[in-house]
């Protein structure tokens, strides 16, 4: 492994473990305190204005219909969630937000778009573009990653790893290698 290759790696991975340790300290200290990361970005998979499936939300999640109602079932429970079955269909539940949920979501973007302010704040507009264009380029080619692992798994939806799980086992991996 080079060098530049050892550094983009803990570059990577202290920035992905950074952006969820700050959005999950910004939640304990703020007005949704009561709310998980992974219950967040749950209720960014439901959106703010129409009314989804469980099978469609938890296809965006990429977990299961059966994980996805455990948490469903807590956020229903803290009034963030409202879930109704299909008024043609009662086999399909569709699930959406209440005002608190939608006033949580809306804060969780405004979160995003202080932090991208932030970081794009220094640079000229070309190296605005050139960020963006790298981060993008990153972004398509872990996707196809995910997309690689999963077809591996024989279709099984797998369950994505929290940021901390990810960066201790990297963490390992550096310390042992």
Request: with cysteine.
């Amino acid at each position: 492994m080079t060098h530049e290759e050892q550094e983009l790696g803990l570059l990577l991975s202290r920035v992905f473990e950074n952006v969820v340790m700050t959005e999950e300290k910004s939640l304990q200290k703020g007005y949704f305190s009561d709310l998980s990361i992974a219950e967040m970005h749950t209720l960014d998979a439901i959106g703010p204005y129409e009314a989804r499936t469980m099978s469609e939300t938890a296809q965006s999640l990429g977990v299961t219909t059966g994980t996805l109602t455990v948490s469903i079932d807590r956020l229903v429970r803290k009034g963030y969630v409202i879930r109704k079955r299909d008024e043609h269909d009662r086999r399909i539940v569709r699930i959406s937000l209440t005002r608190d949920g939608k006033v949580a979501c809306r804060m969780h973007s405004k979160f995003h778009a202080v932090l991208a302010r932030h970081i794009l704040e220094p640079y000229a507009e070309d190296e605005k573009d050139m960020l963006i264009r790298m981060v993008s380029d990153i972004d398509e080619f872990l996707t196809a990653q995910l997309v690689r692992y999963d077809d591996e798994e024989d279709n099984e939806m797998s369950i994505r790893k929290t940021a901390r799980d990810v960066a201790a086992q990297q963490r390992r991996r550096e310390d042992n290698g």
